[in-house]
């Protein structure tokens, strides 16, 4: 049996809190939910703790049998997408929800689909808080009743956020609910469910994101420091600002001020903004092998391919996974409501390349690694034959998510963020380097080391 601290301890909570009740989850210093480790029974073994946490190595559920669970008789199946009855990629046809959403609008659609048709009483999704100051944190969980709350919840949110006050308030309030979330949460609410009947009852739909990681709300800080916000002025995030007239994959970040006023800049002139990096990256998602939720009923991502990526209007692709999804999905697409098209699991395979390979190649070499704590138990099996490049790629990024929150934790407590932005830079540059052949030390590592091709 695992504590708390046990799985805090070994870098393997990911905050979900499904394991706390409301009030139980704080923020550490890093940004990043914890359990509360005055509570009597932080470090408690536990065998339900043990059996419901995401990250447990002993009695917890994979995804394999939970989604085997759940799809008893799938269409299709393969070793990346897991159980699904169909795949699209398009955008949705009507109502705004394209445009106010940072992808193809689907995730907002299937959500106010299930709340008009009676399906689901509420949806639980992550959204902005209307005085981040006031309440310490820029987006949080709540329950939408309607499609004008779900509206406001639309578009990406790369911040921690936990759901231990929305099960508080699902087990208070008779109802059949719908929860938004990435893989690992998704897959914590199934291990709720397995051992909470008031949760297994009430929780009918699970809406699952496509990751690559979770980001730490350190985030926001290195955005303000290099957008020239001061932090305490900062009233909302926007870390995908929509224009149809560029590449959807042109990030661009925007920060409003308590003045209305906005500082917006461009992620590739950011000295964190290579995503695959890894800045400020959740330590626990380095040991996760799901990349589009192979356990909810129906998956969203970005379709980042040609020539869907150079659509600024965004575009989705999708995986329904439960029939009666499935079946919501084709009568809308028959009806001319979505503008999908079916695909074949090996398109969308590709949209999510980069991410398998991190989440599968790179998982199977991290589980060589010498570590202290609980050891993760994965469905990837520990392998190092890899080509020294590649092995130093992923060593980097594991040392770029751990190394950010140090240099960032200097620059919060002695006011000096160029302790962060200068080295960042520096990372940045060998990082492109080594993965990608960028600039003159790409050339150098390209001539050392050409037994890996960059990616």
Request: aromatic share 10%; net charge positive.
């Amino acid at each position: 049996m695992l504590s708390r601290r046990d799985i805090v301890q070994s870098g393997l909570c990911i905050g979900c809190g499904g394991c706390s009740g409301a009030g139980e989850m704080v923020m550490d210093r890093d940004g990043l939910w914890k359990p509360d480790a005055t509570a009597p029974d932080y470090a408690t073994p536990d065998a339900v703790f043990t059996a419901r946490c995401p990250f447990s190595p002993a009695a917890a559920a994979n995804e394999d049998v939970i989604a085997a669970d759940r799809f008893a008789a799938p269409v299709q199946r393969t070793d990346l997408l897991g159980r699904f009855e169909s795949t699209w990629v398009g955008h949705v046809a009507e109502g705004g929800f394209r445009e106010n959403g940072s992808s193809g609008g689907m995730v907002s659609w299937v959500a106010a689909e299930l709340l008009r048709t009676g399906t689901v009483d509420a949806v639980a999704h992550v959204s902005p808080v209307p005085d981040p100051q006031h309440d310490g944190r820029f987006f949080t969980y709540r329950l939408s009743r309607n499609a004008a709350e779900l509206a406001g919840g639309a578009k990406s949110r790369y911040y921690p956020a936990e759901l231990s006050a929305v099960i508080a308030a699902i087990r208070a309030t008779p109802g059949r609910y719908a929860i938004v979330g990435v893989p690992c949460f998704i897959k914590a609410v199934h291990l709720l469910r397995r051992t909470d009947p008031v949760i297994a009852e009430r929780v009918t739909h699970l809406l699952g994101l496509f990751c690559g990681h979770q980001k730490s709300a350190r985030l926001v800080d290195s955005f303000a420091w290099q957008l020239g916000a001061p932090i305490e002025r900062v009233r909302a995030v926007d870390y995908r600002i929509k224009d149809a007239g560029r590449p959807a994959n042109w990030y661009r970040a925007h920060l409003t001020l308590d003045d209305g006023s906005a500082r917006a800049e461009d992620w590739w002139h950011l000295a964190d903004g290579d995503w695959g990096a890894g800045f400020f990256q959740n330590p626990a998602c380095d040991w996760c092998d799901d990349v589009v939720a192979e356990t909810a009923d129906v998956a969203f991502g970005d379709a980042w391919v040609e020539p869907y990526s150079s659509d600024g209007r965004g575009t989705n692709v999708v995986i329904a996974r439960a029939p009666q999804v499935h079946a919501m999905i084709a009568a809308a697409v028959a009806d001319g409501r979505l503008a999908l098209t079916g695909v074949d699991a090996a398109f969308v395979e590709q949209t999510q390349a980069a991410g398998f390979r991190h989440r599968r190649e790179g998982l199977a070499y991290r589980l060589t690694w010498g570590r202290r704590g609980i050891r993760p138990v994965k469905r990837v099996a520990p392998a190092a034959a890899l080509p020294l490049r590649r092995k130093l790629v992923y060593r980097m990024r594991h040392a770029i998510a751990r190394d950010s929150h140090r240099f960032a934790r200097a620059a919060l407590r002695l006011g000096r963020p160029a302790l962060y932005t200068t080295w960042a830079r520096q990372m940045l540059a060998v990082y492109r380097g080594l993965a990608w052949s960028h600039g003159r030390l790409g050339g150098w590592i390209d001539r050392v080391l050409p037994d890996a091709r960059p990616r």
